[in-house]
């Protein structure tokens, strides 16, 4: 069933989310409405040349899980753009642009992810006013309304050893 146009979800400040054109059941997203756009922890980022059709295409890897090597995810998508980004320390670098779907709360959308180590963050995603002006609104006192990974998953990927 669809969802009307001006339908908003109530999410928390941070939310377990899916990457599903990743293959990505869980991540652990902060929805951040401080920041314009929003980010996910990339490695091993490689831009690849253009293809006979013309379109750039990016190859990187993703961890989906905070201080833990388990369950690498590889992932090939054309670049959508580059662009100057300044972080919350105030330093700005430029970063390549995918457009990837995210499902947050049982709602599934697109929007623009900035690829970044985010190794030293607290989160492996952020999600940004972008992302979350698709609907969504922010109640900074709650957490996880989506629900959570299932205990067994969370606890099977804490401390892994990297690879």
């Known amino acids: 069933m669809t969802e009307p146009a001006h339908s908003t979800t109530i999410a928390g400040w941070r939310e377990w989310v899916a990457l599903p054109s990743a293959g990505v059941p869980w991540i652990k997203a902060k929805l951040d409405t401080g ?15 253009a293809g006979a059709d013309g379109v750039e295409r990016v190859r990187f890897r993703l961890h ?24 919350s320390s105030g330093h700005a670098e430029e970063r390549i642009v995918v457009l990837m779907d995210i499902t947050l709360i049982g ?3 697109t929007t623009e992810m900035t690829l970044s180590n985010r190794d030293a963050m607290g989160f492996r ?7 979350l002006r698709q609907g969504f609104v922010v109640d900074p006192r709650r957490s996880f309304l989506g629900g959570r990974a299932p205990k067994p998953v969370r606890r099977q990927n804490r401390g892994a050893e990297p690879s």
């Open 107 to 109: 709602r599934t959308i």
């Open 64 to 87: 989906p899980w905070q201080k833990s090597a388990a369950d690498i995810v590889t992932v090939e998508c054309p670049i959508h753009d580059r662009r100057m980004v300044r972080s």
């Open 125 to 131: 995603m952020l999600i940004g006013r972008q992302a």
């Open 35 to 49: 920041a314009r756009s929003s980010s996910v922890h990339a490695f091993d980022i490689e831009p690849l040349p």
